[in-house]
Each structure stands twice: as structure tokens, then as C-alpha cells.
């Protein structure tokens, strides 16, 4: 809107009238819960809301430099957002089923997600910085600081003239494991409350066998687990507006209204997920 005449849209405060708003809706969705279903799927819609500001948080980690990082123009793997949240999902998704289907164990396929998110970005960044240095010849040089955080690296005589900088710093490379690591455990996190949800309703409702609903359970609980995953990105990434290069990027101080925004997404369509099991 800066170009209109208007303010300069995405800044860091917060609007205390919305996130009020968002408390408000996240009670009632909790009620509304409680009230079909009693306390025993309260526990997973709260799961499932801390899931959803679990990813929010972990996005804002991942670097991302859109289409001026794919011309060396700025730090960050040349894709959008939500495209780069989602695939770290994914991964992390695949890696907690998994590690759920063949423990059963809560806390060991929460790590797994979270390990496979964590290792998808890992390689993802690793695979870029090699394009980056010798594909395109630019060193890793951020444009938002001077020094890398963790090396203590220099980048201004490495950054070009007319750039943001170049390549993926290592504050932003560990950013994206960082980031990749929590958004897959939230991710999992919801997927395995989904699917103790409805391999509990979903013999009832159908009248069926456990295991006869199993496939079922599972395929329906990952199907709503990666809508909630982009849900989530998407919101993350209005937030961010643009590009991002990691935890010392000053568009990271926005946060905060991305995990209040993913919580409040989260609950109300935890809400309906779990209404179309217990409320027939």
C-alpha cells in the first residue's frame, strides 16, 4: 500500500484487539469440543492448536529468497514460503508416520517428524549453497548483517553491488534446520492426534473393526495433517511478506502475531476435524 499513498504494510507490532478476538475463538472452539465430546478430545484439539504455532514459529527459521535469490540478489533458496514449509512438512509428516506406525511410541514419532524435517532442509540448503558457489560463483553473504552471529564471518566485502547479498550464510543454513526441526514436530504432532482421534471415532461411526477403519484413520488424519501444514505456511508467509533470511533477520520479530494466527487457525480447524467424527 506504500506506493498508493498508504502505510507500509507488514510491521512488527500486534494488534491486542485481534489477538483478543483469537483467545476468544480458541475458548470457544475448546468448549464446543468439550461439549460434544467431553474432556477426552480437548487434549488433542490443544495438541493440534500447539502443532499449528509450532509450524508458525518453525517457518519464520527457514531462509527463503524467492525469485531474487534464484538471480544471486539475495540470501535464501529461491522458492516461496509456503512451497519451502510444505516439502519440510512433508518430510517431517512421512518421517512421524512412520516412526508412529511402527512404535506406537508418542514421543518417538514426535523426534522422528522432527528429525525428517530437520534433514529435508539440511540437504535442501547444502544442494543450494553448492548451485550457489559453484554453479553461480557468489560466496554466502547476508544483506542484513555484517557479521554472521555464529562464525562471526564478514560480509560486506563478499556482497555485491546492487544485492541483498548472495548465497545461504551459515546463521541461515542453521536457521533452516532449525526451522525444518520444528515445523516437522509440529506438524506431527498433529497428525498423531488426528489419527488417535479417528482410529478411536471411526470404528463407532462406521460401525466397523479397528482394524478394518485403520487405513481409513491413517489416510484421513495425513490428508488433513498437510492441509493444516499449508495452512499454517500460508499464514506464516503473509506474515513474513516476501523474503526472509533467517533468526537475525529483523522481519523474524514478527513472529509472534504468526503464532498466535497459526494458534487461532489451528483451533478452529481442529474444530471441524474433529466435529465430522463425533458429531454424527
Known amino acids: 500500500m506504500s506506493a498508493l499513498g498508504g502505510k507500509a504494510a507488514g510491521g512488527e507490532g500486534i494488534n491486542w484487539q485481534g489477538v483478543a478476538v483469537g483467545i476468544v475463538i480458541i475458548i470457544i472452539a475448546l468448549g464446543i469440543t468439550f461439549a460434544f ?57 512421512f518421517g512421524g508416520a ?34 550457489y558457489v559453484f554453479a553461480m560463483g557468489v560466496p554466502a553473504a547476508s544483506g542484513k548483517v555484517d557479521k554472521d552471529p555464529i562464525t562471526g564471518y564478514s560480509f560486506p566485502e563478499y556482497k555485491s553491488q546492487g544485492t ?4 545461504l550464510p551459515f546463521i541461515s543454513y542453521v536457521g533452516g534446520v532449525v526451522g525444518g526441526f520444528i515445523a516437522g514436530l509440529g506438524g506431527t504432532l498433529i497428525y498423531i492426534e488426528l489419527l488417535l482421534v479417528y482410529s478411536a471415532g471411526l470404528p463407532v461411526l462406521l460401525e466397523a473393526s479397528a482394524e478394518a477403519v485403520a487405513p481409513l484413520a491413517v489416510s484421513l488424519a495425513g490428508i488433513l495433517a498437510i492441509g493444516f501444514f499449508l495452512i499454517n505456511a500460508v499464514l ?45
Open 164 to 167: 541483498e547479498g548472495h548465497g
Open 98 to 131: 512412520w516412526a508412529f506406525s511402527a512404535t506406537g511410541d508418542f514421543l518417538t514419532a514426535v523426534l522422528g517428524g522432527a528429525v525428517g524435517g530437520g534433514m529435508m532442509m539440511a540437504i535442501t540448503c547444502l544442494m543450494v549453497n553448492l548451485t
Open 236 to 280: 506464516s508467509a503473509y506474515n513474513i511478506t516476501g523474503t526472509i533470511e533467517g533468526p537475525h533477520d529483523p522481519k523474524f520479530k514478527r513472529v509472534p502475531r504468526a503464532i498466535i494466527g497459526c494458534a487461532v487457525a489451528s483451533a478452529f480447524c481442529g474444530l471441524i476435524s474433529i466435529l465430522i467424527i463425533v458429531a454424527f
Open 37 to 93: 465430546g467431553s474432556e477426552g478430545l480437548v487434549i488433542p484439539l490443544l495438541g493440534i492448536i500447539i502443532g499449528g504455532a509450532l509450524i508458525g514459529f518453525g517457518v519464520h527459521f527457514v531462509p527463503v529468497g524467492g525469485a531474487p535469490a534464484a538471480m544471486g540478489q539475495a540470501p535464501g533458496i529461491a522458492t516461496g514460503v509456503a512451497m519451502l514449509a510444505a516439502g519440510a512438512g512433508l518430510a517431517g509428516l
